[in-house]
């Protein structure tokens, strides 16, 4: 069992329609990231948050919101996605660099959100 | 801009032989860390190792160790006396100091295949 829990583990929805994907951990990490993941390819990093603050966008479609309501929950909000945007979704935290004695400290990751659109 | 290379796309090696997953880097910093990680069919990315680029020291665990060449950006992970277990797609991963929020770059990964 992973630290980091993501749900629902399987979404499948339309084009139209507006679902979220959650993920909490209870670790203590100020950091928590949203990555996609494609088949046969690694995992791309789409947004970070530190002290749930939005830190980093890479340059993300506006079909996908973000949201950090406290440090142990991230969500990501799903609307009007296209079939491309079927994929692996994976989230993870990790300290804060600047929380710790020293270094880039690794991310642990979830299970990941298996979303197919239809 | 820092890459990641994992030239080896696919191996497959008989349970119980070693098996050397081959790891390259660029970078212009010089402060720097590696990861490895595991991504079994269940899809978590399972963190296996952490390496900054002052610390060259090889690391063994278990049956698993990692060669660390900074003369050649070189992170290679060996698996000995391999397992069915070890069956996993294999990413290494670099992260620069001054992006602040551990941003990663992964390699291309490599799936091993361990048959039985």
């Known amino acids: 069992d992973t630290e980091v829990t993501q749900t629902p583990k399987h979404l499948v929805m339309g084009m139209t329609n507006k679902k979220s994907l959650k993920c909490e951990q209870h670790m203590g990490h100020r950091a928590m990231y949203w990555y996609k993941q494609k088949a046969k390819k690694p995992p791309e990093l789409m947004f970070v948050y530190s002290y749930e603050k939005l830190s980093i966008n890479e340059s993300v479609p506006s079909r996908f919101s973000p949201e950090c309501p406290n440090s142990s929950l991230l969500n990501l909000h799903l609307h009007a996605l296209q079939p491309e945007d079927s994929a692996l979704y994976l989230c993870?935290?990790?300290?804060?660099?600047?929380?710790?004695?020293?270094?880039?400290?690794?991310?642990?990751f979830g299970d990941g959100t298996r979303l197919s659109i239809l | 801009a820092q890459k990641v290379t994992q030239a080896q796309t696919e191996i497959s090696v008989v349970e119980k032989e070693d098996v050397t997953l081959d790891c390259v880097y660029e970078t212009r910093d010089t402060t720097y860390y590696l990861f490895w990680y595991k991504q079994p069919p269940s899809g978590e990315l399972v963190f296996l190792i952490r390496r900054n680029s002052f610390d060259e020291q090889n690391e063994i665990s278990g049956r698993y160790s990692w060669n660390f060449q900074k003369s050649t950006s070189s992170f290679n992970f060996t698996i000995t006396a391999s397992q069915v277990v070890d069956s996993a797609v294999y990413f290494c991963a670099l992260s620069e100091t001054n992006f602040g929020n551990e941003k990663l770059t992964f390699g291309t990964g490599t799936r091993l295949t361990i048959i039985p």
């Open positions: 993870a935290s990790s300290q804060d660099k600047e929380t710790t004695a020293w270094g880039n400290q690794p991310q642990h």
